[in-house]
């Protein structure tokens, strides 16, 4: 039976999709899309009366989920620099958070989808160069968390081995600066898309050694049921290969956004609020005390 | 965490604090977790993909102008990686249109216009079984044009295009789980976040997870095959229809 | 949008090109062992035995309604922990992107199976009886005449399914893998990671699989206008 086709479809009747998208990309490259908000985002938060906070939800003890609820050192400075905001602004601010995780919390900044980002995010020089951060208002250092089956090892036993690190963190970096430094083998790294899934790999004995900032693979193993340190299931290294200090990211050369920023956590500095919060999480009772020791904010005096 | 507390968690995923809702977008996208969400994401993009999908069906009948931007709009959602729309979706949302939009309303974004294409498909599918000399044998047979729409057209389309449609929610309801690399808190994202949070042994957890998954999608499929059998008029064209 | 910065510049241009090839290795190795999976499936399902018709059946279903990306967390997450309970040894290291593979392949073997069946099915039982007829053995009969039909028929669909099995080298971004090894998707991330910009290496992998795709279509195209006559392929 003969098909009245009225449309016959013929595979070959357009070129190639590809061609077309040549010319649209070509378009698109002209385009600078992703260029830095020009208005300062205080002007924007200040009109709007709306401030769009990046927080990270997967990392204890910055922002994690304890039972039903999310809780978290990032989550309660972000709420106490508001709170101080607010003051500098002389007007209620509404908090929404947006989460982000280590892959978006730089990009999402630097675009202007969230006015700052708290996620653990370390200052570097290279993320320094797109973003901008505030004075650190935690610190930490970067060791390799390992089990103790075959008894106390330090960093340069890692040599040649297995290392997990976590995607997006500047873990990579660091440590083959510092084996290169040390004229070691480099290790070979795995990367995670989140650390309780290479805290598990180590236990199963997948990897001989995970790492990223220090309080966090300590508080994620403990919080899955590891004890950590030298007489427990796993340890880590005593020598740490970077240090740390976590500031808030802020949009690249909003300076009026920047400074209220500073002042706000100046201000948590000179009333002692900070250290409250700090301690909560970081004090001595806290699954991995790091006392704030050498580490201090320096408050400008108002001149 | 018990085994029940699991089990409820997958199902309603995890309550969200006030402040992560956005109130310029449906509350109901950005408050529901687990198989809930997972669930409405596949239902709405569906329920959108499907018109659009029309659109594009009759847009690759008609005239040159109309048909090329709908035929390369159908071949480049279809080449892609599902996983790598919705990464677009969420990247670039903000930078090319300025706007903030919820995770869980971009990965439904991504999901309707994955549907839409193959939709599109299934519509043009239907349009064939209905074309050839049907329509005007019903005609010389002396139906009226109301008759030949309700029992010829409408009846043949419908077997034709249903269960395909339901096969497509159903490959749309397993493909949710992709979500799980933006974070939008579906039933793989869920589950993810109970082994990350609680000390509870991965395994259990993840071989609940493929139970749900294959449990749903095996009901689901029986269900549309019964539908198949008991519609056996149905375009015989569409027994390797090659849908996933 | 800046691709000279992002995508155009060493060692990022290195980085994708890599991870395009891994995309392609994937791509087939994991088409080839899903095609050998598939065939011994569906040539279980026409054997004597109840159980082994069974097992083709539960094969089928199991990898038809099991989404890849669970099954994939599933055997990279869950099996080296619960392999000492089982087996007594731990499980080998470094086993990621070969669990991936395995995953990969016997999802699109479930779907190979089903299609290569409804091939079979659909060589009209006329040809069974004229080679008969014509007094040939069993085994030429499937080699020469039956199966090479019942490829023709089922050319177009497995060719879809070849091509969304392409597609699902993505899923290596949800298991850990060294940089060295991920495929164009994940090495896209891990520029991302570096130059804080996700456009444009997504564009760039965009690109990778849509060529991909079409190159695929276009070759099953002409696999099939050889066979028969035009047959169009759905993506």
New interface residues.
């Given amino acids: 039976m003969k098909m009245r086709t009225k449309t016959k479809t013929k595979q070959r009747e357009l070129p190639s999709p590809l061609l077309f998208l040549i010319p649209i990309l070509g378009a698109a490259c002209g385009t600078r899309a992703a260029a830095p908000p020009r208005t300062s985002a205080l002007e924007a938060v200040r009109d709007s009366g709306e401030v769009v906070i990046g927080i990270g939800q997967d990392a204890a003890p910055f922002g994690y989920r304890e039972g039903d609820d999310l809780v978290g050192f990032d989550f309660d400075i972000a709420r106490a620099v508001v709170a101080r905001l607010e003051a500098h602004l002389g007007r209620e601010l509404k908090i929404r958070f947006k989460a982000v995780t280590d892959e978006t919390r730089i990009g999402w900044v630097q675009s202007g989808e969230v006015h700052m980002s708290l996620c653990h995010t370390n200052c570097t020089r290279k993320r320094d160069a797109r973003i901008d951060f505030t004075v650190p208002y935690g610190w930490d250092g970067k060791g390799v968390l390992y089990a103790l089956g075959r008894g106390e090892r330090d960093l340069a036993a890692f040599a040649g081995a297995t290392i997990g690190i976590k995607r997006s963190s500047s873990s990579q970096g660091e440590i083959e600066a510092w084996f290169e430094g040390q004229g070691l083998e480099q290790p070979t790294l795995k990367v995670y898309d989140n650390h309780a899934a290479g805290i598990r790999a180590l236990v199963d004995g997948q990897i001989d050694g995970f790492t990223d900032d220090n309080s966090i693979i300590i508080n994620t193993a403990m919080r899955a049921g590891h004890g950590v340190g030298p007489s427990a299931a796993l340890n880590v290294t005593k020598t740490s290969y970077s240090r740390a200090q976590f500031g808030i990211g802020l949009p690249e050369n909003d300076s009026d956004w920047r400074d209220v920023l500073n002042y706000s956590l100046h201000d948590l500095w000179n009333d002692r609020e900070f250290q409250a919060i700090y301690e909560r999480w970081f004090g001595a009772d806290s699954m991995c005390p790091i006392p704030l020791g050498q580490n201090r904010m320096e408050p400008f005096v108002i001149g | 965490m018990s085994a029940f507390e699991v089990v409820r968690r997958l199902l309603v995923g995890?309550?969200v604090?006030d402040?992560?809702v956005?109130p310029a977008y449906p509350e109901l996208l950005q408050r529901l977790g687990g198989l809930e969400l997972t669930l409405v994401v596949a239902a709405t993009s569906l329920l959108l993909g499907l018109p659009l999908g029309a659109l594009l069906a009759v847009g690759?009948?008609g005239p040159a102008l109309v048909r090329?931007p709908a035929?390369?709009f159908v071949?480049?959602v279809?080449?892609?990686?599902?996983?790598?729309l919705v990464?677009?979706f969420v990247?670039?949302s903000?930078?090319?249109l300025g706007v903030?939009v919820p995770?869980a309303l971009l990965g439904t974004a991504a999901f309707t216009l994955h549907a839409a294409s193959y939709a599109s498909?299934i519509f043009r599918s239907g349009f064939r079984a209905v074309?050839?000399?049907v329509v005007d044998a019903a005609r010389v047979l002396g139906l009226s044009r109301r008759q030949t729409l309700v029992h010829v057209e409408l009846s043949i389309a419908v077997r034709t295009m249903l269960p395909a449609f339901l096969g497509l929610l159903i490959t749309v309801f397993?493909?949710t789980?992709?979500l799980?690399?933006v974070?939008a808190a579906e039933l793989?994202c869920t589950?993810?976040?109970i082994?990350?949070?609680q000390?509870v042994?991965?395994?259990p957890v993840?071989?609940l997870?493929?139970l749900m998954?294959?449990g749903s999608?095996?009901l689901a499929?029986l269900l549309v095959a019964r539908l198949e059998r008991r519609w056996p008029g149905a375009d015989p064209r569409n027994?390797?229809?090659?849908?996933? | 949008m800046d691709f000279g910065r992002t995508v155009l510049s060493e060692p990022y241009l290195g980085w994708l090109l890599a991870g395009t090839g891994m995309t392609i290795a994937i791509s087939l190795v994991t088409s080839l062992l899903a095609l050998a999976i598939g065939s011994f499936v569906s040539g279980l399902r026409t054997s004597g035995s109840r159980l082994l018709r069974g097992l083709a059946i539960l094969h089928v279903q199991t990898f038809r309604n099991l989404p890849p990306v669970p099954l994939v967390l599933f055997l990279v997450l869950g099996l080296p922990g619960a392999w000492p309970q089982v087996f007594g040894h731990d499980f080998p290291k470094g086993m990621e992107l070969q669990l991936l593979l395995a995953g990969l392949s016997l999802n699109t073997s479930g779907y190979v199976a089903e299609i290569l069946r409804s091939g079979l099915r659909g060589v009209p039982p006329s040809q069974w009886d004229s080679c008969r007829a014509l007094g040939l053995s069993p085994v030429t009969t499937r080699l020469r005449v039956i199966y090479p039909q019942a490829l023709r028929v089922c050319l177009p669909a497995l060719g879809t399914r070849l091509i969304h099995n392409t597609k699902n080298s993505t899923i290596a971004l949800v298991i850990p893998l060294s940089s060295g090894s991920m495929e164009v998707l994940g090495q896209a991330g891990r520029i991302a990671g570096e130059s804080f910009a996700w456009a444009e290496p997504l564009v760039f992998a965009a690109l990778v699989h849509l060529s991909l795709a079409f190159a695929l279509s276009a070759l099953v195209n002409a696999a099939a206008r050889r066979a028969q006559g035009k047959v169009a392929v759905a993506r």
């Fill in positions: 995890y309550p604090p402040e992560f956005d690759r009948q090329w035929v390369l071949e480049v279809r080449g892609l990686p599902v996983m790598l990464l677009l990247h670039l903000y930078p090319l903030r995770v498909e074309g050839g000399g397993k493909d789980s992709v799980i690399v974070g793989t589950a993810r976040q082994t990350v949070s000390p042994n991965m395994l993840l071989f997870l493929l998954y294959g999608a095996a499929s027994d390797t229809k090659g849908l996933p």
